[in-house]
Protein backbone atom coordinates (compact mmCIF):
# COMPACT_ATOMS: atom_id res chain seq x y z
CA UNK A 1 0.00 0.00 0.00
CA UNK A 2 1.50 3.16 -1.45
CA UNK A 3 2.07 6.01 1.50
CA UNK A 4 4.07 7.13 4.18
CA UNK A 5 5.59 5.28 6.99
CA UNK A 6 7.36 7.29 10.18
CA UNK A 7 9.67 5.34 12.83
CA UNK A 8 9.70 4.73 15.43
CA UNK A 9 6.29 4.93 16.33
CA UNK A 10 6.72 6.52 19.80
CA UNK A 11 9.72 6.95 22.00
CA UNK A 12 10.84 8.26 25.18
CA UNK A 13 14.47 10.06 25.51
CA UNK A 14 16.69 11.69 27.90
CA UNK A 15 17.16 15.42 27.38
CA UNK A 16 20.48 15.80 26.06
CA UNK A 17 20.46 12.62 23.79
CA UNK A 18 20.47 13.05 19.74
CA UNK A 19 17.44 11.37 17.98
CA UNK A 20 16.71 10.53 14.53
CA UNK A 21 13.22 10.31 13.45
CA UNK A 22 12.51 8.21 10.47
CA UNK A 23 10.30 9.68 7.09
CA UNK A 24 10.05 6.96 4.30
CA UNK A 25 7.28 7.49 1.12
CA UNK A 26 6.90 5.94 -1.43
CA UNK A 27 4.72 8.19 -3.90
CA UNK A 28 7.67 9.67 -5.86
CA UNK A 29 6.50 12.94 -4.28
CA UNK A 30 8.84 15.27 -4.83
CA UNK A 31 8.02 17.48 -1.42
CA UNK A 32 8.30 16.41 1.84
CA UNK A 33 7.35 18.30 5.29
CA UNK A 34 7.96 17.76 9.15
CA UNK A 35 5.32 19.04 11.21
CA UNK A 36 4.91 19.15 15.25
CA UNK A 37 1.52 19.26 16.67
CA UNK A 38 0.92 20.37 20.66
CA UNK A 39 -2.14 20.86 22.25
CA UNK A 40 -3.94 23.41 21.16
CA UNK A 41 -1.15 25.17 18.89
CA UNK A 42 -1.99 22.91 15.66
CA UNK A 43 0.36 21.73 13.65
CA UNK A 44 3.33 23.66 13.13
CA UNK A 45 5.93 23.93 10.20
CA UNK A 46 9.32 22.09 11.47
CA UNK A 47 11.39 22.14 8.09
CA UNK A 48 10.43 21.49 4.17
CA UNK A 49 11.87 19.55 1.55
CA UNK A 50 11.03 20.67 -2.09
CA UNK A 51 12.91 18.14 -3.92
CA UNK A 52 16.18 15.56 -3.40
CA UNK A 53 18.93 17.60 -2.29
CA UNK A 54 17.11 20.63 -1.09
CA UNK A 55 15.62 21.40 2.02
CA UNK A 56 13.80 24.66 4.15
CA UNK A 57 13.23 26.44 7.41
CA UNK A 58 9.68 26.40 8.58
CA UNK A 59 7.85 28.35 11.24
CA UNK A 60 9.79 26.85 14.65
CA UNK A 61 13.28 24.89 13.11
CA UNK A 62 15.63 25.33 15.98
CA UNK A 63 16.98 22.38 17.75
CA UNK A 64 16.18 20.47 14.23
CA UNK A 65 17.97 19.52 11.32
CA UNK A 66 17.07 17.25 8.38
CA UNK A 67 18.75 16.01 5.07
CA UNK A 68 16.94 14.77 2.00
CA UNK A 69 19.35 12.70 0.01
CA UNK A 70 17.18 10.66 -2.33
CA UNK A 71 13.63 11.67 -2.86
CA UNK A 72 11.97 9.01 -0.59
CA UNK A 73 13.65 9.60 2.81
CA UNK A 74 13.57 12.42 5.11
CA UNK A 75 14.79 12.25 8.14
CA UNK A 76 14.13 14.54 10.94
CA UNK A 77 17.30 14.72 13.53
CA UNK A 78 17.43 16.26 17.30
CA UNK A 79 21.14 17.13 17.93
CA UNK A 80 20.24 17.30 21.25
CA UNK A 81 16.91 16.89 22.90
CA UNK A 82 15.07 19.45 25.34
CA UNK A 83 12.08 18.83 27.00
CA UNK A 84 10.21 21.48 24.73
CA UNK A 85 10.85 19.01 22.00
CA UNK A 86 7.99 16.59 23.08
CA UNK A 87 5.48 16.58 20.82
CA UNK A 88 4.15 14.40 17.82
CA UNK A 89 5.98 14.74 14.57
CA UNK A 90 3.92 14.55 11.34
CA UNK A 91 5.81 13.43 8.35
CA UNK A 92 4.48 14.72 5.08
CA UNK A 93 4.24 14.55 1.66
CA UNK A 94 3.00 16.44 -1.59
CA UNK A 95 3.76 15.85 -5.54
CA UNK A 96 4.84 19.02 -5.84
CA UNK A 97 5.82 22.17 -3.55
CA UNK A 98 3.22 25.06 -4.16
CA UNK A 99 -0.12 25.77 -2.10
CA UNK A 100 -2.43 23.45 -3.92
CA UNK A 101 -0.89 20.23 -3.62
CA UNK A 102 -2.45 17.75 -1.19
CA UNK A 103 -0.22 17.12 1.17
CA UNK A 104 -0.32 12.99 2.57
CA UNK A 105 0.48 12.53 6.30
CA UNK A 106 2.39 9.75 7.86
CA UNK A 107 1.19 7.98 11.36
CA UNK A 108 3.59 10.60 13.54
CA UNK A 109 5.45 9.47 16.02
CA UNK A 110 4.98 10.49 19.48
CA UNK A 111 8.26 12.33 21.51
CA UNK A 112 8.95 12.61 25.12
CA UNK A 113 12.05 13.75 26.38
CA UNK A 114 12.11 13.94 29.82
CA UNK B 1 -1.04 35.43 1.90
CA UNK B 2 -4.65 33.97 3.45
CA UNK B 3 -5.78 33.10 6.82
CA UNK B 4 -8.50 30.70 8.23
CA UNK B 5 -10.76 31.03 11.38
CA UNK B 6 -12.29 27.94 13.10
CA UNK B 7 -14.65 29.82 15.19
CA UNK B 8 -16.10 26.76 17.36
CA UNK B 9 -13.12 24.79 19.15
CA UNK B 10 -15.89 21.86 19.70
CA UNK B 11 -19.05 21.17 17.88
CA UNK B 12 -21.56 18.01 19.52
CA UNK B 13 -24.19 16.44 17.12
CA UNK B 14 -26.17 12.98 17.64
CA UNK B 15 -25.64 10.49 15.44
CA UNK B 16 -28.02 10.83 12.03
CA UNK B 17 -28.17 14.44 12.29
CA UNK B 18 -26.82 17.18 10.02
CA UNK B 19 -22.84 18.12 10.78
CA UNK B 20 -21.35 21.46 9.87
CA UNK B 21 -18.41 22.50 10.61
CA UNK B 22 -17.33 26.24 9.95
CA UNK B 23 -14.59 28.00 8.44
CA UNK B 24 -13.96 31.65 7.58
CA UNK B 25 -11.31 32.95 4.93
CA UNK B 26 -9.29 35.74 4.63
CA UNK B 27 -7.29 35.94 1.77
CA UNK B 28 -5.87 38.44 -1.07
CA UNK B 29 -6.72 37.24 -4.49
CA UNK B 30 -7.99 33.87 -5.29
CA UNK B 31 -8.65 31.43 -2.51
CA UNK B 32 -7.07 28.05 -1.64
CA UNK B 33 -8.81 25.84 0.51
CA UNK B 34 -8.20 22.56 2.29
CA UNK B 35 -10.10 20.21 4.76
CA UNK B 36 -8.24 17.49 6.54
CA UNK B 37 -9.43 15.34 9.45
CA UNK B 38 -7.60 13.88 12.16
CA UNK B 39 -8.61 10.75 13.88
CA UNK B 40 -7.58 9.84 17.32
CA UNK B 41 -3.90 9.13 17.44
CA UNK B 42 -4.04 8.83 13.66
CA UNK B 43 -2.01 11.30 11.11
CA UNK B 44 -3.93 14.00 9.35
CA UNK B 45 -6.20 12.91 5.97
CA UNK B 46 -7.05 15.12 3.37
CA UNK B 47 -10.86 15.47 3.20
CA UNK B 48 -11.12 17.76 0.37
CA UNK B 49 -10.02 21.02 -1.52
CA UNK B 50 -11.75 24.42 -3.08
CA UNK B 51 -8.83 25.58 -5.97
CA UNK B 52 -11.03 26.76 -8.76
CA UNK B 53 -15.22 25.90 -10.21
CA UNK B 54 -17.86 24.58 -8.67
CA UNK B 55 -18.67 26.02 -5.23
CA UNK B 56 -19.77 22.83 -4.16
CA UNK B 57 -17.02 20.37 -3.48
CA UNK B 58 -17.43 17.26 -2.99
CA UNK B 59 -15.16 14.93 -0.68
CA UNK B 60 -14.47 11.77 1.50
CA UNK B 61 -16.70 9.68 3.75
CA UNK B 62 -19.52 11.68 2.45
CA UNK B 63 -18.14 15.08 3.48
CA UNK B 64 -18.96 18.12 1.30
CA UNK B 65 -18.52 21.94 1.29
CA UNK B 66 -19.64 25.06 -0.21
CA UNK B 67 -17.37 27.45 -1.04
CA UNK B 68 -18.95 31.31 -0.39
CA UNK B 69 -17.47 34.24 -1.15
CA UNK B 70 -19.76 36.96 -0.21
CA UNK B 71 -19.49 35.40 3.66
CA UNK B 72 -15.98 34.43 2.88
CA UNK B 73 -16.67 31.09 3.86
CA UNK B 74 -16.10 27.08 3.90
CA UNK B 75 -17.95 25.30 6.02
CA UNK B 76 -17.93 21.59 6.00
CA UNK B 77 -21.00 19.34 6.43
CA UNK B 78 -22.12 16.19 6.38
CA UNK B 79 -25.89 15.24 6.04
CA UNK B 80 -26.11 12.41 8.78
CA UNK B 81 -23.42 12.09 10.95
CA UNK B 82 -21.95 8.60 12.42
CA UNK B 83 -20.10 8.28 15.46
CA UNK B 84 -17.12 7.70 13.40
CA UNK B 85 -17.15 11.08 12.28
CA UNK B 86 -15.73 11.91 16.15
CA UNK B 87 -12.22 13.27 14.80
CA UNK B 88 -10.34 17.07 15.12
CA UNK B 89 -11.00 18.76 11.98
CA UNK B 90 -8.62 21.35 10.24
CA UNK B 91 -9.56 24.12 7.93
CA UNK B 92 -5.83 25.01 6.16
CA UNK B 93 -5.10 27.47 3.43
CA UNK B 94 -1.87 27.01 2.20
CA UNK B 95 0.50 29.74 1.94
CA UNK B 96 3.66 29.12 -0.47
CA UNK B 97 5.16 25.92 0.23
CA UNK B 98 3.18 24.93 3.71
CA UNK B 99 -0.42 24.35 4.87
CA UNK B 100 -1.10 26.38 7.63
CA UNK B 101 -3.58 24.54 10.59
CA UNK B 102 -4.60 26.16 13.45
CA UNK B 103 -6.31 24.33 16.51
CA UNK B 104 -8.86 22.49 14.47
CA UNK B 105 -12.24 22.14 15.78
CA UNK B 106 -13.23 18.70 18.15
CA UNK B 107 -16.55 17.02 16.79
CA UNK B 108 -18.30 14.43 18.88
CA UNK B 109 -21.02 12.55 17.36
CA UNK B 110 -22.90 10.69 20.63
CA UNK B 111 -24.68 7.46 19.12
Known amino acids: IAGITQAPTSQILAAGRRMTLRCTQDMRHNAMYWYRQDLGLGLRLIHYSNTAGTTGKGEVPDGYSVSRANTDDFPLTLASAVPSQTSVYFCASSPARGGTDTQYFGPGTRLTVL | AQSVAQPEDQVNVAEGNPLTVKCTYS??????LFWYVQYPNRGLQFLLK??????LVKGSYGFEAEFNKSQTSFHLKKPSALVSDSALYFCAPPNDYKLSFGAGTTVTVRA
Open chain 2, 50 to 55: YITGDN
Open chain 2, 27 to 32: VSGNPY
